[in-house]
């Protein structure tokens, strides 16, 4: 199972202006996680992955990523 890797010194709260996936612009402020896939992982998250599926990733697989993401943002906000 692949895994993720959360770069934790570098999640700030900030302002931000910036551009979705799909192609959408924002503007708000909130926290910026980075979210570190490491190369020899890439393939297998992607191979996981169906962009035209309502189920894809399995939950397991969302799983992964969701508790990272959200642990880092526990930490950061109540430490």
Not at 4 to 29: A, K, L, R
């Amino acid at each position: 199972m692949p895994t993720v890797i959360i770069d934790f010194p570098e999640t700030n709260h900030e302002s931000i202006s910036s551009t979705q996936t799909d192609g959408t612009s924002f503007e708000t402020s909130g926290y910026v996680i980075q979210v570190v896939i490491p190369d020899e992982e890439v393939q297998e998250w992607l191979s996981l992955y169906d962009p035209t599926s309502g189920t894809s990733p399995s939950a397991a697989n969302s799983r992964i990523i969701a508790r990272a993401v959200l642990e880092a943002l526990r930490v950061t906000v109540d430490p």
